[in-house]
């Protein structure tokens, strides 16, 4: 059974830091596209980063560009998203995804695997 475990989501004050994590159980993903998704409350799911294969492209919505990280561990078979200098906009739920063929790496409806998502809130 393939599974997507997200954690390190929390409770931050503007300006801070986190590490969120998401390992996949049931088979190796490692070659595979990995996405970061965030849902607002009151609001739908956005894209936020993609990892294309074996670290090879990364790709940020416009607003996390200069500030969220995207990056993988093969071996670990877990990919992460640092989220630098929060903002109380980027308060959300965060899910990461992963497609299974080269769908488009921003489209929510390409995913084929999801996590359960982790909260992350930043305080002004």
């Known amino acids: 059974q393939v599974r997507l475990v997200e954690s390190g989501g929390g409770l931050v004050q503007a300006g801070g830091s986190l590490r969120l994590s998401c390992t996949a159980y049931g088979r190796n993903f490692s070659s595979n596209t990995m996405g970061w998704f965030r849902q607002p409350p009151g609001s739908g799911r956005v894209f936020v980063a993609a990892?294309?294969?074996?670290?090879?492209?990364?790709y940020y919505e416009d607003s996390v560009k200069d500030r969220f990280s995207v990056s993988r561990d093969a071996a670990k078979n877990t990919v992460y998203l640092q989220l630098n200098n929060l903002k109380p906009e980027d308060t959300a739920v965060y899910y990461c995804?992963?497609?299974?063929?080269?769908?488009?790496?921003?489209?929510?409806?390409?995913?084929?695997?999801w996590g359960q998502g982790t909260q992350v809130i930043v305080s002004s």
């Open positions: 995804a992963t497609i299974e063929g080269d769908g488009d790496y921003d489209d929510a409806d390409e995913y084929d695997y």
């Open positions: 990892i294309r294969r074996r670290n090879v492209n990364a």
